[in-house]
């Protein structure tokens, strides 16, 4: 809720937001870059804002992260840090003050920099707060040329549907972009799109800190609609020469111009003394801390016996159902984009409805939503097919990334698993690309029994973790004596899962391919032919020793159901050339983009059949 402010509180709010002004040229000009236009333009907006909410319970998201410089400096003043420690940061390596917004810096709930994501994030603190029962007002800043973004519309209509109305929007509205005036960029109602959104919109002058107030004070107070307040503002405000110039959006003073600068604005510090700041060492690398993440009972692991023909799919549904159901109390969320039958979501939806949220067909709004939801304590699981999870949202979970969520991201219809519905379907570069996202665990299990066991250790672990399977029913492994591979086993994240023994080669094979290679050996063992059969559900935590045992036996066979230049065969082959481990190295996946057509059939294409491994083992060792 925001707090009443006498005339007497106002003043000095008002003589704060000058001094930010200051602070705000000084450390864009020292730094030598920096976005000093938006941030003179929406300062009046961050230092009403962190001086009347309450910063225990509020949150206030930056969706136009660059606008750094304002936030910093507000944030400074409020008390939470020293401001000079800002200015002698200011993008400097090792500081925690990086050119856009980031949570190592107190008061900043996540980072942002990619435009248009911040309304999202706020739905996911909104979400966590409803499963948490908790009372949080939630205030987005936003730039006006960003409301171009698609996504923007996603959050917009997952607002309004779920009654988000703890969360209010306040749009910088400066009219100035890169390319000059937002109109002549692209015209845009601002307005009418929110309004039509079920938004009340209320209109102010946004460097009249009564203004602010007062709609602050109507927004947070009224929880019967979500508002927005669109900011009349002006880019580079307080500096007459440089007012209503695109050119500072993103191009500080430079020292002439800080020379002139200093007749229009009272520093705190003489320039040179701050000069001086920038060359001391910055004096700690600042560490994170971990979001918090509930503590969760994984249950029971379930049992598929070996008569069981299910697909990994409905294993990984079944293992959420029944961790939710262990654990009753928790702070679960779920995130569907109309696809819950076929991600095997639907169960849970409908047992736990109050914990489920439907988005329609918004992903990359939800894959925000669901990694900003994880960050506060709940088990925040986002379903879809990996086109749309990975592929379509990599942008989206990139920045789940870098804020070092703990998502749980359970991809189904992987590979050319996904049959018939084609190249635009077909997910086969999803380890290409996460394997650029640092932190984040991906996990594709050999059968259902690994599902179950994997699924369970993902929703009681911190992290971001990807589970990935197909489409198809997976038969369950069993050992060589026809046991079932997995009973009795527990999950350990990176162990290799010696399927079948042999001496002449080795077979290192992606999750349900598994199957396929079991099958193959059969054939092999039959004509006297004996290789290794190692299933990998980690690829990106092999065991370099794995890798090495395989070079030193012979050849070494890599079976997958992705693009070998990117997926377990690239990953081998840089675990080999970094390690000096020399190995005759045989790629078996997907090259290219894959026919349309039933999943054996597409394997056929590339080789990938029982009877094609064997052929391919075959010209090599015979």
Known sequence: MIKDLTPEKFNEIADISRKSRADILAMTNLAGSGHPGGSLSSIDIYTLLYHTIDMDTDRVVISHGHTSPAVYSSLARRGLFDPKEVIKGFRRVGSIFEGHVEPTVPGVPWASGNLGQGLSVACGLAIASRVK?????????????????????????????????????????????????????????IRAEFESAGFVCVEIDGHDLYQIHSSLKMASGDKTAPYVILARTTMGKGLSFIENKEKYHGCPLNNDEMAMALTEIDLDWPLEELRALRNELIDEEHIRSSWPFPRISPGEAHLYEKDVLTDNRSAMGNALLDVARKNPSAPFAVFDCDLAGSVKTDAFAGAFPDKFFQSGIMEHHTAVMAGAASSQGVVSVFADFGIFGIDETYNQQRLNAINEAHLKLMCTHLGVDVGEDGKTHQCIDYLGLMRNLEGFSAIIPLDPNETDLATRWALTQPGNCMIGVGRSKTPVITDIDGNVFFKGKTFTYGTAHHLRTGSRATMFVLGAMSFQAVKAWEILM???????????????????????????AGPVFVIEDHLSISGLAAQIAYISATNSIAMELIPMGITGFPPSGPSDKCLNCFGLLPEDLVKKVKRRLT
């Open 133 to 189: 029962n908790l009372e949080m007002d939630c205030f987005v800043v936003m730039g006006d040329g960003e409301q171009q973004k698609g996504q923007i519309s996603e959050a917009r209509r997952f607002i309004r549907k779920y009654n988000l109305n703890n969360i209010t929007v306040i749009i910088d509205n400066n009219m100035l972009q890169i390319s000059g005036n937002r109109l002549d960029v692209m015209p845009q109602d």
């Open 526 to 552: 039959s004509e006297g032919i004996d290789i290794e059969i190692v299933g990998i559900s980690c690829p990106f935590a092999v065991d370099i020793r794995e890798v090495a045992q395989a070079a030193h």
